[in-house]
């Protein structure tokens, strides 16, 4: 498919069944691919869930310059991504499934259309990062990021420095040497719109309609808990019905499915679709 930034390709795995449970759309964080969801699109396969999954621009197979991306124009190309897949379906509404940057895109995308959807689960959602800036700082440096979209803010990861991913070693040592992963420092331009598109999306909580399962470490440093919390009490303040959930997963670091309790979460995730 062709996204405003180049060339998008969405690919699909269909469940060996006759008429699957549901599809599902995943949705990669910054600086990683698709590829790295492979348990979860196995057990969602073995569940009888269709999968769909796609490279954000900049990302893993997608053209563009390294993690250098418009989180803006990230969360339009998934609404796009949601069309296509859906023309694409076996079934007639989807799930969404979004993991860190991708979390905020899954959660402002189902804000956006809301419609043709059956829930949506997120891990570690970037809806406020760490360290904590606010959208007021990130909106004067706009302007700059828009004239130097690559100038690097953060310094690039240390090989051999504590993870911030997972207390399991091996799951680091697999990200560094991937060649689709980015190491290097975090882009202006990538900061800047993060954090404001995280900022309009927590203050759009209370347009929340769709069934949510937020599941969040709270050992987190790199997506701040505080802000899943923060947006599932929006949602709950104007709906108090609603059905969506924070789950804090105690000790667990950012990447909550690649942490020794991630199985079981993965076998949780497959257990909250069946009841939606």
């Known amino acids: ?29 910054y600086a990683e691919h698709s590829g790295r969801y492979l348990p979860l699109q196995e057990a969602l396969l073995a569940a009888g869930y269709d999968v769909a999954f796609y490279d954000h621009y900049g990302h893993g197979t997608a053209p563009g310059p390294r993690s250098r991306v418009d989180v803006g124009a990230l969360i339009t190309d ?58 007021s700082s990130a909106r004067a440096l706009l302007p700059l990021a828009r004239l130097a979209p690559g100038l690097i803010i953060t310094p690039p990861r240390q090989p051999g420095s504590p993870s911030a991913l997972s207390r399991d070693p091996r799951v680091q040592e697999a990200f560094d040497a991937d060649p689709l992963c980015y190491t290097g420092g975090a882009p202006l331009l990538t900061a800047t719109t993060m954090i404001l598109q995280g900022d309009k999306t927590l203050r759009r909580a209370e347009r929340v309609k769709t069934p949510m399962l937020v599941l969040h470490g709270n050992a987190d440093t790199l997506a ?21 959930h924070l789950r804090i997963i105690d000790g667990a670091y950012h990447e909550v499915l690649n942490e020794p309790e991630g199985p079981g979460l993965i076998r949780d995730i497959v257990a909250w679709l069946d009841m939606h």
Do not use: W
């Open 78 to 135: 998934h609404l796009d991504a949601r069309r296509i897949a859906l023309a694409h379906s076996r079934t007639d509404s989807l799930f969404l499934f979004g993991h860190s940057m991708g979390g905020l895109i899954t959660a402002a995308s189902t804000i956006l259309e809301p419609k043709n959807l059956s829930g949506t689960v997120l891990t570690g959602p970037a809806l406020r990062p760490l360290p904590d800036v606010p959208a």
């Open 224 to 244: 701040s808990l505080n802000g899943s919390r923060t947006f599932v009490q929006g949602v709950l303040a104007a709906n108090p019905d609603a059905d969506v």
């Open 1 to 29: 498919m062709n996204s405003h930034n180049g060339a998008m390709e969405i690919r699909y795995r269909r469940a060996d069944l006759e008429t699957p449970k549901g599809s599902v759309l995943l949705c990669h964080g």
